[in-house]
């Protein structure tokens, strides 16, 4: 374990843990889901405080959907802040209070993709900007696929009531990032991520419940 000046810590190569105090933070702007803070703080090396403007987000998780034939599961869903419809990977808000994380992504792989998953893991973590946001996000994969029982199946409404799906070889979903073809951030990691931990067979990836001290909401 090192220490720098500044109070961050790592264990090799791997981002550092540590936030300089607000001297003043502010909510400007309350939204339905999340809402813009701005804080003002001491930075090292520089004259004057900092201030800066950035969106506080509850996180998220999403998840890639692998069957038995190495087919990753793909949802098209209509995005009008960019005015597309992407491509993209199961995925939910962190918006039940004190649910953890795999929990949530189970329910939203039902919700969205009328699916339950045997086997769950954890691909990687993801800061989806963190120059303008506090949004983390957990990439699962999970295997092991049976059907939610059509009674219990969720209604879904607004954009998602629009989901088209696809079956697609990891392989061909790779291509697809490579090429420009594929846009949303976490399908984009996720389908990287797990053709890289195919090649050992999964066998490297991190429980499905490993702490998440990164998340800015979940430090302990």
Do not use: C, K
Not at 113 to 125: C, E, F, K, N, Q
Not at 131 to 157: D, I, K, M, Y
Not at 182 to 201: D, K, Q, R, T, W
């Amino acid at each position: 374990m090192t220490q720098d000046d500044g109070g961050y810590r790592s264990d090799g190569v791997g981002d550092l843990i540590g936030a300089y105090p607000p001297s003043s933070s502010e909510r400007v702007f309350s939204g339905h889901i999340w809402d813009v803070v701005r804080e003002t703080f001491d930075f090292p090396n520089n004259d004057e405080p900092l201030t800066r403007d950035f969106i506080d987000h509850p996180g998220a998780v999403s998840m890639v959907v692998l069957d038995d034939d190495m087919r990753v599961l793909l949802l098209r869903q209509y995005r009008h802040p960019v005015g597309m419809r992407l491509w993209e990977i199961p995925a939910g808000l962190l918006d039940v209070d004190g649910e953890p994380p795999v929990h949530a992504a189970a329910r939203e792989l039902a919700e969205e993709a009328d699916l339950v998953a045997a086997t769950w893991h954890v691909l990687t973590d993801i800061f989806n900007s963190p120059g303008s946001s506090t949004e983390a996000q957990r990439v699962f994969l999970a295997r092991g696929l049976s059907a939610v029982p059509e009674q219990e199946r969720h209604q879904r409404t607004g954009e998602e009531a629009d989901l088209e799906t696809a079956w697609v070889p990891l392989d061909d979903a790779v291509a697809a990032v490579l090429g420009g073809r594929i846009h949303n951030p976490s399908a984009a990691v996720g389908i990287l991520a797990a053709h890289a931990a195919a090649a050992s067979g999964f066998s490297t990836l991190r429980d499905a419940n490993v702490a998440w001290d990164e998340h800015p909401r979940l430090r302990p």
